[in-house]
């Protein structure tokens, strides 16, 4: 997940180097535009590769999903630029981020699957938690590294050859990566299963069960909107938007990405104590009345301080309604299609709302003339969680979804 952030997190050099346009804005709005397409192929990643899953294994599957993501991403970091090789840049450069969405459509899902049927009794919430908290981990390394790079090169040397490194460090972490997956054990939930369902088995499976599929999208667009505003979305928000410092925006990345660290498996626990259900209720409402007032408050007078303290207050509301929602999307899908399931669940939300929510953003503030616009789409958002909450644990379904959970 690292390799798929670093589009997100160095847009504006991205922009110029392979979507230069008339204006800073047109040319920002492409490169979240393509950042967004990686999005449009993560339902088909899911659907595909989901079902390759459920069929051979989690552990395999997970190899697979990997050996994609390195293919995209030694695209991106190895791309001459516009001025070199003109419109085959851009081209390439989308077909790299395509190829990474394929990959990270079922990547959630295989992951959070399999620690959901590795985990010990009454801490699946907690095991599965550690899925989002290692994107945390990204998150830092990539704020990290851009922390160095902006203290030792030169505006001119980041913008010209120096935002490649990230993606290079990327590409060397792939073999590593492939070591430990491959050491994976098979769950035994899977090894249990007698009967391996086939593709066409596991498609009639997802439709036949489209409304658990929809619910699941919904519970997924609170997470996967509120996760990348307050991520992938924050250096050029800081940066051009609040005219911040380059390092300012880079160390409130990094704080948010500890505290959703903590937040993350601490409030997956405490769903395994006290249930799904009042956690999402708690945290969906209170989003609602605090997202819009909380950016409004930062934008009003911006400073170092001021931003810190309002993504640490986003940081809290997701890593908490994150830490219990992933647990509760691996229970409510049906066993036998519960990597493709999941994965479609959350690919569909992240494609459709998510994943555009840097241009999103970027085009609110734009056509609005409200720099807190960004706070209306988390809004959004968390009535989304809310609805899907009330539907999946609507009245008699509790009985459904903890059979689910065991299997």
């Not at 079902?51 to 552990?59: F, L, P, W």
């Not at 970091?77 to 001025?83: G, H, L, Q, S």
Request: charged share 10%.
């Amino acid at each position: 997940m690292f390799d798929f952030f670093l589009f997100g997190f160095y847009a504006s050099y991205i922009a110029k180097a392979f979507f230069p346009a008339g204006n800073e804005f047109a040319s920002l709005l492409l490169t979240f535009m393509t950042f967004g397409a990686g999005f449009l192929m993560r339902p088909l990643g899911a659907i595909i590769l989901g079902a390759y899953i459920d069929r051979v294994g989690r552990r395999q599957g997970l190899i697979v999903t990997l050996s994609i993501m390195a293919v995209g991403t030694v695209c991106i970091a190895f791309m001459p630029t516009y001025a070199t090789i003109g419109l085959l840049a851009p081209f390439f450069i989308l077909i790299g981020r395509l190829l990474q969405g394929f990959s990270a459509g079922v990547e959630l899902g295989g992951v959070s699957v399999y620690l959901s049927e590795m985990a010990t009794p009454n801490h699946k919430g907690f095991y599965v938690s550690w899925q989002s908290g290692s994107q945390q981990v990204a998150i830092m390394v990539a704020a990290i590294i851009g922390y160095t790079l902006n203290k030792t090169l030169s505006p001119a040397e980041i913008g010209e050859w120096g935002w490649r490194i990230p993606f290079f460090i990327g590409s060397l972490i792939v073999p590593f990566i492939f070591f430990i997956r491959r050491s994976l054990e098979e769950t035994q939930a899977f090894l249990a299963r007698t009967h391996r369902p086939s593709a066409s088995e596991m498609f009639r499976s997802m439709a036949e069960n489209w409304q658990i599929v929809l619910a699941g999208m919904l519970l997924v667009v609170m997470t996967t909107v509120s996760f990348y505003l307050i991520t992938v979305y924050t250096p050029t928000f800081g940066k051009n938007v609040l005219k911040l410092s380059e390092v300012d925006s880079l160390i409130v990345t990094f704080c948010v990405a500890l505290s959703n660290l903590f937040w993350l498996p601490v409030m997956g626990a405490v769903s395994d104590r006290i249930g799904r259900r009042p956690v999402l209720m708690a945290f969906t409402l209170l989003t609602i009345l605090t997202a819009y007032p909380a950016i409004t408050w930062l934008v009003n007078g911006p400073t170092f301080e001021k931003m810190l303290i309002v993504e640490l207050w986003l940081s809290f509301l997701y890593g908490s309604y994150n830490g219990a929602m992933v647990v509760a999307l691996t229970e409510i899908v049906p066993a036998s299609v519960r990597t493709a399931g999941f994965s479609l669940a959350y690919s569909l939300a992240t494609a459709l709302f998510g994943g555009f929510t840097p241009a999103v953003s970027t085009a609110l503030i734009e056509y609005t003339g409200d720099k807190a616009a960004p706070g209306l789409w988390m809004t959004f958002a968390a009535i989304c969680g809310l609805a899907a909450t009330l539907m999946v644990y609507r009245r008699g379904e509790a009985t459904r979804i903890a059979a689910a959970a065991a299997a």
